[in-house]
């Protein structure tokens, strides 16, 4: 499995990976996107830069509270999860779900870790941490290897 480590300076360039990650993966069907990391280290921040460069207008949250907010773009749905507040995985069985088969639709899931057991399995995975004030990305692309080749060169760091 290859791995990328990318350096975000700011939260500019965080959105910035985003909109790279959503270009590099244009045209494929769907997957399941898992993004870690501590409370704030950009998780929405990437989200966001996702969506927006799918065309998305309007304000973009974390769903904290609503845990799930789907997206209808192009005749493709996109769900963002935030899984931080549920209390029990099998809590993830009353939202719904199946009606967004993610072989068909995106799922951009932060805290995935809540719904070890409900949710499918990753296609790729994003760690985000803090790291001497700013931020680094790693990249794990598991069922999607080919999006780090797709990723501008700009953003390749190790």
């Known amino acids: 499995m290859s791995l990328q480590t990318i350096h975000l300076a700011d939260e500019a ?3 910035a990976l985003g ?3 959503a270009q590099a ?9 898992y993004l870690n990391g501590a409370l704030g280290a950009g998780k929405t921040t990437l989200v966001r830069g996702w969506l927006r460069a799918l065309g998305v207008t ?3 949250r974390s769903p904290t509270y609503t845990l799930i907010e789907p997206y ?24 719904g779900l199946d009606d967004y088969p993610p072989d068909q639709c995106w799922w951009l899931v932060e805290w995935p870790e809540c ?3 409900y949710l499918p399995p990753a296609s790729l995975i994003i760690d985000l941490q803090a790291a001497a004030g700013a931020r680094m990305a790693t990249i794990r692309p598991l069922a999607l290897a ?13």
């Open 19 to 21: 909109a790279s990650l």
């Open 146 to 158: 080919a999006v780090l080749d797709r990723l501008p060169g700009s953003l390749h760091s190790t």
């Open 115 to 117: 719904g070890i057991g």
């Open 58 to 60: 309007g304000s973009i």
């Open 72 to 95: 209808a773009i192009d005749g493709r749905d996109w769900l963002h999860l935030d899984l931080y507040r549920l209390k029990a995985p099998d809590e993830l069985e009353g939202l």
């Open 25 to 33: 993966l244009q045209g494929l069907p769907g997957g399941v996107v």
């Open 13 to 15: 360039s965080t959105e």
